[in-house]
């Protein structure tokens, strides 16, 4: 992983926008497209996945999909950062045995994972790890 980053956001029309990072992907952005939280709350759920899997892969754990759902709560007061963010995390296609190994490498993520630690650092974080 590069230790910078650097994206860049041309705006058109007011809130409307894309962001483009320097591998040329394109993201909408605003007012036909994601709003900032959504953004912020995507990044923790990629950053997440993606330290999980190096820990799965590592532990020679394969599974065949994960759906990643997070819901975050802003505080009234301004600025309005998070207060609380849940997220739910559903494995699908692992081997019973391994569940308890999934759950164990899941919690690891959350103590390597650099953008969990960013935004726990300003809400608390629940989550909890499902099987289909």
């Known amino acids: ?14 809130f409307t926008g894309t962001g483009i990072t320097d591998f040329d992907y394109k993201v909408k952005i605003g007012s036909d497209g994601a709003a900032p939280y959504d953004l912020l709350l995507m990044s923790l759920v990629s950053c997440l996945h993606a ?7 590592k532990k020679r754990i394969d599974f065949t999909a994960a ?12 600025p309005t950062t998070l207060k609380l963010c849940e997220i739910k ?7 019973l045995s391994h569940r308890s190994s999934v759950e164990k490498s899941f919690e690891l993520a959350t103590k390597y994972c650099s953008v969990y630690k960013t ?14």
Do not use: P, Y
């Open 1 to 14: 992983m590069r230790s910078k980053v650097h994206v860049k956001v041309k705006f058109t029309e007011g």
């Open 89 to 95: 995390v559903g494995i699908k296609g692992v081997d």
């Open 119 to 132: 935004v726990s650092s300003v809400a608390e974080i629940v989550w909890e790890v499902s099987f289909d």
């Open 51 to 57: 330290t999980f899997l190096d820990i799965l892969n």
């Open 67 to 78: 759906d990643i759902e997070v819901w975050g709560e802003k505080r009234e007061q301004v």
